[in-house]
């Protein structure tokens, strides 16, 4: 009897808490398994898969949204070491739910030159366990997928800092393409 009423407890505790049917999130995929593949919009228009980077490094960031501080200031940095991840033969993709519309506005005003992604159906951020509620709103955590020229996932950064983020995967790149 003890144990039917602490269970009753505890699905109560869960229904008020909203943990009771809710869908179970994707775990983040680690370093050493195959990038999950995707097909999105870019905001220069066209369809962008990670499938046409096979050969290269990617730098696959997620973060939350265009036009905000955090992801203003993430993707500067991106902007500012550009060339250092050419000279790395390594491609930045940006991926937000945004439309691929905000983000051709948000290269636009904030001169951005690397390739911004929209996943407003969150297939990728999903895929990627990137997935995180704001104000009732699912939209895409900041994290980040160092993906080797092979496909597979060679470095995971979750819940990262915008100021010194670009410095870090640059720096985790020189060492890996060293070993």
């Known amino acids: 009897m003890k144990n039917k009423k602490f269970l009753g407890v505890l699905l109560s505790v869960m229904a ?25 919009p870019s905001a220069e228009g066209g369809t962008v898969s990670l499938k046409d980077y096979k050969g290269k490094w990617v730098v696959l960031y997620f973060y939350p949204k265009d036009f905000t501080s955090g992801c203003t200031l993430e993707a ?3 902007e500012r070491d550009l060339a250092k991840y050419q000279n790395e033969s390594a491609i930045i993709l940006g991926v937000s739910a945004d439309t691929a519309q905000s983000h051709k506005d948000f290269c636009a005003k904030e001169g951005l030159n690397f390739k911004l992604l929209a996943d407003p ?33 060679a470095r995971v950064y979750t819940k990262v800092k915008p100021a010194e983020h670009s410095e870090q ?3 985790d790149l020189a060492v890996l393409k060293k070993s």
Do not use: C, W
């Open 16 to 40: 008020l808490s909203g943990l009771q049917g809710a869908d179970p999130q994707t775990p983040l995929p680690q370093a050493g398994q195959t990038a999950p593949d995707f097909s999105l």
């Open 76 to 78: 500067h940095n991106f």
């Open 121 to 153: 159906q969150l297939k990728a951020v999903t895929a990627y366990g990137s997935v995180m509620e704001h104000e009732g709103v699912k939209i895409a955590a900041r994290n980040t997928f160092l993906i080797n020229p092979e496909g597979k996932i």
């Open 169 to 171: 995967v640059l720096k």
